[in-house]
């Protein structure tokens, strides 16, 4: 039997890079067939060195190119894993590669999204739940992954002299490895049939900032301190940096109504991780104990 095409979208990021990590064994072993979207010609490159076949992607051509511009991406995939950037174009790129994957005829869409509640009023958070509702309408086979704050988020704040910054005051969080975002993912995509039309919040724990300077100290064998920021600062420091101002204040506002505790996550969302892939979720102290590097650096 031919085995099925799995094209990654978004696979130089945190998630993507971390999935085609766990399923390039099942490229190389004739499980599946792997192919990776990425637009930088450096990042093409490593991957082909890996045995992964590449195929451009820009889904912002479609807005001025039509969706020709982007359906060759999609031709003879089986099944489609889509990620988007931290950018209010996630919208209209969502829209595109849906609508390229039904062109294209492919049988089933795993799509990152994030953890909220039904009735969120957070931006971003209703951005991601009518995409959602976008795929559903398209008729695809289709999984939902609705991760927490990911772990990898720690390390923006890390300072050398053992200060840990982060913008939420003394709220706890739910957080989730992105390891166990593509393990989940990797699952689905061997094997979509049993996860089709199931949407997965994902999350491990729960922890304020305070005691996760706690376990990083434990970890690394030296004092941390959580210092707490201004939500603005965060949004000032991102948007001088080149991100995105329209999707960085809607982070800015998590982290304001997290911080005066109005903002409800989800609630019974432990667990999915287990029962998917069949073992448990990291938990903050395994991450900081696997990553240690990043934090002592
Ligand atoms: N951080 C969190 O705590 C958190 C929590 C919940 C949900 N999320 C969601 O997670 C998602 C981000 O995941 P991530 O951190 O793994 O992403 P990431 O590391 O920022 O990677 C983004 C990927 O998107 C690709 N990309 C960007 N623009 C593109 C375009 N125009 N056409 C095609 N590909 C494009 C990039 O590929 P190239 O540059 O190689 O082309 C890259 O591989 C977001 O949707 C976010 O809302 C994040």
């Not at 820009?58 to 950037?85: K, N």
């Not at 009518?130 to 704040?157: D, V």
Request: net charge negative; proline share 5%; with cysteine.
């Amino acid at each position: 039997m031919t085995p099925a095409t799995v094209l990654i979208i978004g696979a130089t990021g945190t998630i993507g890079s971390a999935l085609v990590d766990m399923l390039v064994s099942d490229h190389h072993d004739g499980r599946l067939r792997l192919a990776a979207a990425t637009r930088r010609p450096d990042a093409a490159a490593r991957l082909r060195e890996r045995g992964v076949e590449v195929r451009r992607l820009d889904l912002d051509e479609a807005e001025t190119a039509g969706l020709q511009a982007v359906r060759p991406a999609f031709a003879g995939v089986d099944r489609v894993f889509l990620l988007t950037g931290y950018d209010v174009r996630m919208l209209a790129q969502s829209k595109a590669a849906v609508d390229a994957a039904k062109a294209e005829g492919v049988s089933h869409l795993v799509r990152v999204g994030v953890s909220a509640t039904d009735d969120t009023t957070i931006v971003h958070f209703a951005w991601h739940q009518l995409i959602e509702a976008y795929i559903e309408r398209s008729g695809l086979g289709h999984t939902h992954l609705r991760p927490a704050s990911f772990m990898q988020n720690l390390r923006l704040g890390v300072d050398a002299s053992g200060v840990l910054t982060h913008f939420v005051g003394e709220a706890r969080p739910n957080w989730v490895d992105a390891a166990d975002i593509a393990a989940v993912a990797a699952t689905v995509l061997r094997d979509p049939q049993p996860h089709d039309g199931q949407a997965y919040d994902l999350a491990a724990q729960t922890a304020s900032l305070s005691e996760i300077a706690e376990m990083l100290a434990k970890v690394t064998g030296r004092p941390w301190r959580y210092e707490p920021a201004e939500p603005m600062v965060f949004y000032d420091d991102m948007v001088a940096a080149g991100a995105d101002p329209v999707y960085m204040a809607c982070v800015r506002n998590v982290f304001e109504r997290t911080r005066n505790g109005s903002l409800n996550e989800p609630d019974g969302i432990f667990g999915t991780i287990e029962s998917v892939t069949g073992r448990p979720a990291t938990t903050l102290p395994q991450f900081l104990e696997r990553n240690r590097h990043l934090f002592t650096g």
